[in-house]
T-cell receptor, first 112, second 113 residues
């Protein structure tokens, strides 16, 4: 069983659409959570951290539900430039402190 | 400001050969990681280190060894390369602390024939 599970998609949406990605994690001792973005054949880059109270950065909103061990990312008003793979990332605590686990990624294509 | 630098960027190995991938960071980060990425599999953690002189196993450690003799460097070794180790390898580093983001190198594309 993988530590972090994501719906791989692909998601194909028109410009202007709203799209949501989900992620679940297995270790209840996980300490922090992130969404990364990866463009084809490039290294992953931080999109945003995910806070318990939920947080927003422009068109992007991240939510965390610790009780359900569930993370989400909402993208509003999609742009062509949003086409990429979105990676859910979990930073573990407890006995595996320091481990950083990635989901398999959700592929998004935004079409004109 | 170099950030995280991986060497080499590309390599072709024959089955059974050995090699070492070097990851260097100039940000004084405590934590360093090695991942491999294969199509449809996402990034899988091979080994990681929470400080100089320490290493720990990740999800897929078999066939790999690592060393962290200096804080700024994290080496990934393949003692006897196999075709199953054909992959893109990413190194990452971050500051100690739960909320700290990771910075990635540009990746090493390794092909084992």
């Amino acid at each position: 069983r993988k530590e972090v599970e994501q719906d791989p998609g692909p998601f194909n949406v028109p410009e202007g659409a709203t799209v949501a990605f989900n992620c679940t994690y297995s270790n209840s001792a996980s300490q922090s959570f992130f969404w990364y973005r990866q463009d084809c054949r490039k290294e992953p880059k931080l999109l945003m951290s995910v806070y318990s109270s939920g947080n927003e950065d422009g068109r992007f909103t991240a939510q965390l539900n610790r009780a359900s061990q569930y993370i989400s990312l909402l993208i509003r008003d999609s742009k062509l430039s949003d086409s990429a793979t979105y990676l859910c990332v979990v930073n573990e605590g407890g006995s595996t402190l320091g481990r950083l686990y990635f989901g398999r990624g959700t592929q998004l294509t935004v079409w004109p | 400001n170099a950030g995280v630098t991986q060497t080499p960027k590309f390599r072709v190995l024959k089955t059974g050969q050995s090699m070492t991938l070097l990851c260097a960071q100039d940000m004084n980060h405590e934590y360093m990681y090695w991942y491999r990425q294969d199509p449809g599999m996402g990034l899988r953690l091979i080994h990681y280190s929470v400080g100089e002189g320490t290493t720990a196993k990740g999800e897929v450690p078999d066939g790999y060894n690592v060393s962290r003799l200096k804080k700024q460097n994290f080496l990934l070794g393949l003692e006897s390369a196999a075709p199953s180790q054909t992959s893109v390898y990413f190194c990452a580093s971050r500051i100690q602390g739960a909320s700290q983001r990771a910075f990635f190198g540009q990746g090493t594309r390794l092909t084992v024939v």
